[in-house]
């Protein structure tokens, strides 16, 4: 038997709350997107953490964003090997089948999972070393992002490294070759951006001299 | 170079819209939790469907919610292979680190991923079957939910697939050493829910009949 | 021979302006809208005002807004006499072919055509009196909220006969049978809005006390 | 009791990025224009197609553009008999009262009037025929553009009656005596033009040759 339990009371509370204002406002558009599909235009990659939702910062309606959330919002380069990739599948989907138009990776200010590959690249996490270590298979991605910080105070090079990840997805989603086609003929544009979450800002990624700049 | 380019104007608009409500409202808050870390109590794992947002659904607040989102809201079984694992890492690092209570696999209704899986299994998607396609790997992990369907229409028998995909995620979650522990001492809960856009409604599976009934 | 002349250069270049950036940022998400047509959510019926301009106070994005301009943002009543009535031709067009789920009547501070309407029915402008006068017959739909207007001095009538241009506008539009009945069974939802100019600030009327408040 | 409801809260969110943003960058502006009135030199009759903003084509800044949007941008002939011309009153305040320089048709590719127009007279679509369509009433003011068409295969035919319906709005506003004085004399001029939406091209009206040509 599966060990499942009932919803918990205060999330059922919650869910009647937005049935009964949210989805009450907005049931016929429920329906009809139910019916004709989604139509999103936009894809965001973000973090599973719990301070950052882009729904919220963006005001993300019924049928607008299609989001992956994982840690650290990474991409991994182009793997096509018969394995289980489920970002390579949620962007595939996003590009070829939905034709979404810009896709945007949201980093953020004090990132566990950067964190975690900072200290593990320093030497200083040896149990995410190992190869059981799921947290630290996943975040081996950054990698290239840790070898490229420049030196200087821990808090200052983990800073780099939030923005190093952005970069790396950047790079990585570019070796899809459905990716690269569409960015190249101006199908789909491409956005980093990394949000402090003490100020509430948003730095997006300045291609031209590679630095993030407030939004 | 990396072709990145600036966040289209719409998005801008809407950003400073946050700003100067959602974050200017719970400025102190955000910096709590940006100096003190996240303590989210619940982590959802959901689609990147833009029909169905569990922020908006369960009015996720600041810190509350870990969220991993993607393809059809999919966990695969424990393979600490020393593979890039995104969802496992996710898995792994809220149950261990963060320490969650309770854990929600969510699916909904119209999926396009499930719905893939079904015309793939079926034989009336080919292209999924290739080893390139991520969408078609990633929906491997649905077959055995395929496999378990009961006879009769296609619409009756996509439904039931898409209630089988939380249970096989359900299953597939309990082969991870850290959640059957820990869902054994009773430190961790598990609930399936299954979201139906057009009606607004939950429904949640219930173990001891096997059936989803409405929350 | 039709005296048309080229376009002003002055406007030659905001063109040229307008298709290297927004057009040019957004470019496949236009071809997409021109192939598969247009599926706003929303029509805004709002002045003509040059002041006014709900493309930008909601971020109007392709696609999103179905907007009808015209004198006051009046709606006649229903009458379907075989005669034209373009704004009857609009809301129709929206409600019962695109199907939208939101329509919002949006009224303004200083709006010259209600100023006219109360000069009018005040006896001071009896050339708007004449029947070929466009804009005084246009602004007889506003009769019945000049009526409707208590005692005070004029400033503060002319500010109370802009919201009843809204109020009547409302009252009108459910004199259509199919705005009727789809506000009945929950498929539209009306809303009214007054604009102040000057302060930026948009007030919402409030059904339960007839009464606008600041949003 | 009216059954208005409170405005989304998607849409108050962006109403608040607006007030963050474009209104308080010009605020002293807006003040001004409340105070001192709106002086636009330029009125424009456009569609109220969710695809096609003057406002962003044009940059259309607080106070420049006086715009009318109806089903198609039709302008109906000169009628004074004191019944209700939405269209005309738009008219004649903007040449009479505001006194605009130049005045815009414009027009757009997939049309869903002009389609409409080309169905009904084609005696495909019986129910645009009806007394109680305002579509179908709306659309009877280009039969004239239909009954001028040449021969040719559909796609042809409907994109040459989008063209057809600036042309008669251009010839319909000189039976206004008000707007062909003014342009007899030199104080307005008229402009026709048509939007390809998904080139993000304009075509303007040649008097000259009788023939559009790109911008």
Not at 26 to 34: E, G, I, V
Not at 86 to 102: D, F, K, M, P
Not at 178 to 198: K, M, P, Q
Request: charged letters at 25%; hydrophobic letters at 40%; one cysteine or more.
């Amino acid at each position: 038997m599966i060990p499942a339990k009932p919803l918990p009371s205060f999330l059922t509370q919650r869910f009647e709350g937005w049935k009964a204002t949210t989805f009450a406002e907005n049931k016929h558009w429920y329906k009809r997107l139910a019916v004709e599909g989604q139509r999103p235009r936009v894809m965001v990659i973000s973090c599973c953490d719990s301070r950052v939702h882009v729904t919220s910062i963006f005001g993300a309606e019924q049928g607008e964003f299609f989001i992956h959330r994982n840690i650290a919002s990474l991409v991994p380069p182009y793997q096509p090997d018969g394995e289980q990739h489920g970002t390579s599948a949620a962007v595939e989907y996003a590009v070829t089948a939905l034709q979404i138009t810009n896709l945007i990776i949201m980093g953020h200010s004090r990132c566990g999972g950067v964190r975690g590959c900072y200290d593990m690249c320093s030497g200083n996490a040896p149990e995410l070393e190992e190869k059981s270590s799921f947290v630290g298979r996943w975040m081996d991605l950054l990698r290239p992002g840790f070898e490229a910080l420049e030196d200087g105070d821990e808090a200052t090079r983990v800073d780099a490294l939030e923005k190093e990840a952005v970069k790396v997805s950047l790079r990585n989603l570019m070796t899809f070759p459905f990716v690269a086609e569409r960015v190249d003929d101006g199908r789909l544009s491409l956005h980093g951006l990394w949000n402090d979450i003490a100020e509430g800002e948003l730095h997006g990624y300045n291609a031209a001299n590679d630095r993030f700049v407030k939004v």
